[in-house]
T-cell receptor, first 115, second 116 residues
Framework: AQSVSQHNHHVILSEAASLELGCNYS??????LFWYVQYPGQHLQLLLK??????LVKGIKGFEAEFIKSKFSFNLRKPSVQWSDTAEYFC?????????????FGSGTRLSIRP | DGGITQSPKYLFRKEGQNVTLSCEQN?????MYWYRQDPGQGLRLIYY???????QKGDIAEGYSVSREKKESFPLTVTSAQKNPTAFYLC???????????????FGAGSRLTVL
């Protein structure tokens, strides 16, 4: 069965530290990949997405992610975090064929930033 | 203002009762989804629908039912057969993309169900 793994459940960093959150998936075909973010008290929203092309994608608020097909990974990075990045981050996978719109999420990573 | 409206925001129910959560979208999106969010487990897919009058089971469909009679609406019924129904329920929708099938989700604010 398709699955998405986020191995970091809770990450605590100080402001200005660099961030990398891991995401691995278990689907062998073409995939579309996403990172969603849920700030405290707000709706889930899209942070960035990969459909095709350049495997390094840039999203909002200085976030980026790299798709490494050989490793089935789509890790999220930010060179210098801010207190406002405190949120829960979810990786998601969508099989890339037109007949399916099933989207599977990982268990999420809670990010806490110390001011 | 386009978006997804979920109601009620909070709901309490006694054991053995069915309850229906509403989800309405005015985004003209084709696909709609129901997820359940539990601490430490992320979002788990309950049901999804790509077009009107059609829906598919997700990973945790047991004890739930849905209907998709209108494009705008995708209600979720939590039945008494659902063994652990207390959770936060999220509805989402997406417009079907091109042949890649990629779908970007727009989420509602969620409904928190507590079974007493």
């Amino acid at each position: 069965a398709q699955s998405v793994s986020q191995h970091n459940h809770h990450v605590i960093l100080s402001e200005a530290a660099s961030l990398e959150l891991g995401c691995n998936y278990s689907y062998g075909g073409t995939v579309n990949l996403f990172w969603y973010v849920q700030y405290p008290g707000q709706h889930l929203q899209l942070l960035l997405k990969y459909f095709s092309g350049d495997p390094l994608v840039k999203g909002i608020k200085g976030f980026e992610a790299e798709f490494i097909k050989s490793k089935f990974s789509f890790n999220l990075r930010k060179p210098s975090v801010q207190w406002s990045d405190t949120a829960e981050y979810f990786c998601a996978v969508n099989p890339g064929y037109s007949s399916a719109s099933k989207i599977i999420f990982g268990s999420g990573t809670r990010l806490s930033i110390r001011p | 203002d386009g978006g997804i409206t979920q109601s009620p925001k909070y709901l309490f129910r006694k054991e053995g009762q069915n309850v229906t959560l509403s989800c309405e979208q005015n985004l003209n999106h084709d696909a709609m989804y129901w997820y359940r969010q539990d601490p430490g487990q992320g979002l788990r897919l309950i049901y999804y629908s790509q077009i009107v009058n059609d829906f598919q089971k997700g990973d945790i469909a047991e004890g739930y039912s849905v209907s998709r009679e209108k494009k705008e609406s995708f209600p979720l019924t939590v039945t008494s057969a659902q063994k652990n129904p207390t959770a936060f329920y999220l509805c989402a929708s997406s417009i079907r993309q091109d042949s890649s099938g990629a779908n970007v989700l727009t989420f509602g604010a969620g409904s928190r169900l507590t079974v007493l």
